[in-house]
């Protein structure tokens, strides 16, 4: 059987911990930051040195092909890829493996001249982790960027999309010009950490994922009034912090009550204003996080929350303005991928189980376009997010040879 | 009567409150930013201009007299002031009232040529609003610094007091040089806005202050585990927020319940990390300040607040330490000031009410090496800490002229 090289793809992965590797191990290399522009232009030059087309799109995406320049209808492709962005401190692997190893697997594909009928190509999809908006990069390909909001759309410490772009040389009101003709993709297939427990649990060393969860995110902004924290009397008091507290706590419980086996939520953004000890806070801006791979579950939670806003509020005497920030829909992964994974793992002798994808995923967008699926790998202690992120080595090698012989079946 | 200049002193008020005055309204003039250090030099001007002697001491504490320069057993003072730091958006008469009332008092006795045995000085004590550590200046005028804590102290964003004084010109380690000899000052008499709504709601002009409660800091610091927010599973997560925000929703609860009429609380200052939509919180820091006129009551909430943490941290299977960052204890004001100040609002034909400080003041420390005492006139709404913090021009003017009085009588 062909094989991928795993000390070429552990080297890359290395070096690219490096854009944004911090001391105590971790990365943080997040959309448009310098680290991340760094780690683009390095990219850009181990695809060329691979043999591959390489261009870069409006919306800032990375590509490098064989077998086209461009897309195109005339050529539709069979499309890897995943991202390079990360969230803060966050791990070497989540989104890093899914680009190294598809470049990996096209460099094998070309050196070792094996026979694909269609071209391939693989992507590094921007700011998938949303420091701006979540998948922006692979909404923009897929159609599905509503560019009236670019304007607006700014990172949870204030800066605007539009300033980030343009330091990285990017108009970010034309990300738009960045939509495919879907007729130029034949297939997508992203590898990727699973970032949860069940495959190393289960002691299965490949995912075939079958769905994607939906993801909303809401800005939850409780408007009190600044008083002294001395001489005000406690009831006459108007915490924005406490009314805020208040809804993530009981926000935990109806997650817990109503959410069913799949939906989770996570308040991780928190700011509190004018944050000083002798004030009493004048407001509190929470960003909400929900997911679930149902869409009628999702619906429900949102509402849900919104009216636990409201109430807080109201007992509290301060007010509230809940506020969509990011929407995706959950997504269900195309049969034939699916099958184009399973056929390949048939074929390595490796064992492999259907799941669902509980973080969003650039192959969600891409299943508005084309046939879109995804090969998980197991992650140790089930853990991402973090600087302790890791998968085995044999368990990156396994996937990697996975996403080769799915290619080339995709391909054929 | 002898009175004070009313249009002197608003104007005065009027300059000040452009240092650091904010285009919407309200004043940001933290201690040792670089508009306080601008306002110092511009009141040292103003205090000599005024014809008096002025210096700064170890603890950048700035003093204007007439008839010393500086403080000797050999003439015992009598002393009024406040502080020229600011809240982050607050108003442009907490602490900058009495400093410029203080003042503009000297120069109407130095001009008059008024009879006073003693002499008299007016001081603007460093870091009253506590950026760094709160009393700071006082604390070390009345040798009640804590001069181990000096290299630990810091800002709630992280700034070191060192490195602040640093550049500021001051060596924060030689701040308790500050400390005067008790028997250097005969009296300490300072007036303040209520900064409560207790004045005005009675219709009196004039507080005689009793007491002023003590008031603690801690920081309360939950440590759980930074996570994916979507792949791990709800009841596995150990969310440093949500145990932040349950403490901080049922110590809320124990104020109400066991902090008796005086007592209060606030949780003023929130810090979630890594502060990301799409990762568990890893931990949070609040500072949690509480304060009570009764040094038992004090102890008690305390107490129970610890105990709080360590229940609600157990639960939500998360790390808590929670660090005492400051502590006052309640203060009596001397009788033979507050006697002073009820015969200057006789002898002008003013009521008067006693009522205790619900806030910490300078004046709090000068009470242990001297008699002190302070002058309250009402604030509108009750209002402080904030940037719409204002009193009627004509409620300035009697207060002025109660401090004239009662500065004269004490220096008799």
Redesign the interface.
């Known amino acids: 059987m062909n094989a991928i090289s795993f000390s070429r793809l552990e080297q890359r992965l290395r070096t690219l911990a490096g854009f944004g590797g911090l001391p105590g191990g971790g990365v943080t290399r997040q959309a448009f930051s310098a680290r991340h522009e760094e780690a683009r232009g390095w990219l850009l030059a181990e695809m060329a040195s691979a043999g591959l087309e390489t261009w870069v799109d409006a919306a800032a995406n990375v590509f490098g092909a064989t077998g086209i320049r461009h897309f195109s209808p005339d050529r539709p492709v069979v499309l890897t890829g995943s991202h390079i962005d990360t969230?803060?401190?966050g791990g070497p692997l989540d989104g890093a493996l899914g680009v190294l190893a598809g470049l990996e697997c096209l460099q094998t594909i070309v050196e070792a001249g094996l026979t694909h009928r269609l071209p391939l190509a693989v992507a590094a999809w921007t700011d998938e982790?949303?420091r701006f908006g979540?998948l922006f990069g692979s909404r923009a390909f897929s159609g599905r960027l509503d560019t009236a909001r670019i304007a607006d759309m700014a990172s949870?410490d204030g800066e605007r999309l539009v300033d980030a772009m343009a330091r990285a040389g990017f108009d970010a009101f034309r990300a738009g010009e960045a939509k495919v003709d879907p007729a130029a993709i034949s297939a997508y297939v992203e590898m990727h950490i699973?970032?949860?427990?069940r495959l190393e649990e289960a002691g299965v060393p490949i995912g075939v994922v079958e769905a994607i969860?939906g993801?909303r995110?809401v800005r939850a902004r409780f408007v009190g009034q600044?008083?002294?924290?001395?001489?005000?009397?406690?009831e006459r008091r108007r915490?924005g912090?406490?009314a805020?507290?208040?809804y993530?706590?009981k926000a935990?419980e109806i997650?817990?009550k109503h959410?069913g086996a799949h939906a989770?939520a996570?308040?991780?953004?928190?700011h509190?204003h004018?944050?000083?000890?002798?004030?009493?806070?004048a407001r509190?801006e929470l960003?909400h996080?929900m997911?679930a791979p149902d869409a009628d579950v999702l619906e429900r939670l949102a509402k849900s929350f919104a009216a636990l806003a409201r109430r807080v509020a109201k007992r509290r005497a301060v007010e509230v303005e809940v506020q969509p920030m990011s929407a995706t829909a959950p997504a269900v992964c195309a049969p034939p991928v699916q099958a184009a994974i399973t056929d390949a793992c048939a074929a390595l002798g490796l064992p492999a189980m259907r799941l669902h994808?509980?973080?969003?995923h650039d192959a969600q967008n891409l299943a508005s376009i084309t046939d879109a699926g995804m090969i998980f790998i197991p992650?140790v202690g089930?853990?991402?997010?973090?600087i302790d992120e890791t998968s085995a080595p044999d368990a990156i090698e396994r996937g990697a040879n996975v996403l080769l012989h799915t290619l080339l079946r995709l391909a054929a």
């Open positions: 969230v803060p401190e982790e949303g979540s949870s699973e970032q949860g427990p969860v993801i995110r600044a008083d002294h924290a001395g001489t005000t009397p406690m915490d912090f406490l805020a507290a208040e993530a706590v935990r997650v817990g959410g989770v996570n308040v991780g953004v928190v509190v004018p944050g000083v000890a002798n004030i009493v806070p509190c960003v996080e997911r994808s509980a973080a969003g992650s089930g853990r991402s997010h973090r």
